[in-house]
């Protein structure tokens, strides 16, 4: 049972460049979430999903697009990555209520550590 | 969603209680009020959540009082492993998300 895991774990981008982060859950968990945290700062919401197939905008969507094809995996897009998107980026999962733990727990990556230049 | 609003930093001794009090004024009945823990280079992690009164759990306790505009995180006896950001976050059953503020930083000296 590996819970979160991202990939990659480390990446250097070119203003412009795209890229696709993957987040893996093996908790058959419901809801999956994506948030960066810049330094010194709290997370921000970028998009959630709270089902296959759905997706749903954070607090700060803008340069960012997600999709949700399998429930397991939940992929965050930068369509043309800028350096304000330098950031560390965590996902996370959820079952959605309170399941047989009583805790609306969200269960977090490791993270991706991203810098643009 | 509600925000929340908490001290930046604290500072304590190892061996003393440490309470970390989260404002949550515009609260829902909808929403539950809960506290994540963050090492550096590390994800969040959950320790206590609550709806109102008191819970208790192997590691920290939570009150919230009766208006639920507030809720205090209590940390019986840190010792140097719990120097880490705290965040008080509220979760809202309806959306499926929560906001996470900028957290406290607890440092805890010997």
């Known amino acids: 049972n590996a819970g979160v895991t991202q990939t990659p774990k480390f990446r250097v981008l070119k203003t412009g460049q795209s890229m696709t982060l993957l987040c893996a859950q093996d908790m058959n968990h419901e809801y999956m979430y994506w948030y960066r945290q810049d330094p010194g700062m709290g997370l921000r919401l970028i998009h959630y999903?709270?089902?296959?197939?759905?997706?749903a905008k954070g607090e700060v969507p803008d340069g960012y697009n997600v999709s949700r094809l399998k429930k397991q995996n939940f992929l965050l897009g930068l369509e043309s990555a800028a350096p304000s998107q330098t950031s560390v980026y965590f996902c996370?999962?959820?079952?959605?209520?309170?399941?047989?733990?009583?805790?609306?727990?969200?269960?977090f990556g490791p993270g991706t550590r991203l810098t643009v230049t | 969603l509600a925000k929340t609003t908490q001290p930046i930093s604290m500072d304590s001794y190892e061996g003393q209680e440490v309470n970390i009090t989260c404002s949550h004024n515009?609260?829902?009945?909808?929403?539950?009020i809960t506290w994540y823990q963050q090492f550096p280079s590390q994800g969040p992690r959950f320790i206590i959540q609550?709806?109102?009164t008191k819970v208790t759990n192997e590691v920290a306790s939570l009150f919230i009082p009766a208006d639920r505009k507030s809720s205090t995180l209590s940390l019986p006896r840190v010792s140097l492993s719990d120097t880490a950001v705290y965040y008080c976050?509220?979760?809202?059953?309806?959306?499926?998300?929560?906001?996470f503020g900028d957290g406290t930083t607890l440092t805890v000296k010997p």
């Open positions: 976050l509220v979760y809202n059953t309806n959306a499926g998300k929560s906001t």
């Open positions: 999903s709270v089902g296959e197939g759905t997706t």
């Open positions: 515009n609260i829902a009945t909808n929403d539950y």
């Open positions: 996370a999962s959820f079952t959605g209520g309170t399941g047989t733990s009583g805790r609306y727990e969200q269960y």
């Open positions: 609550g709806y109102k």
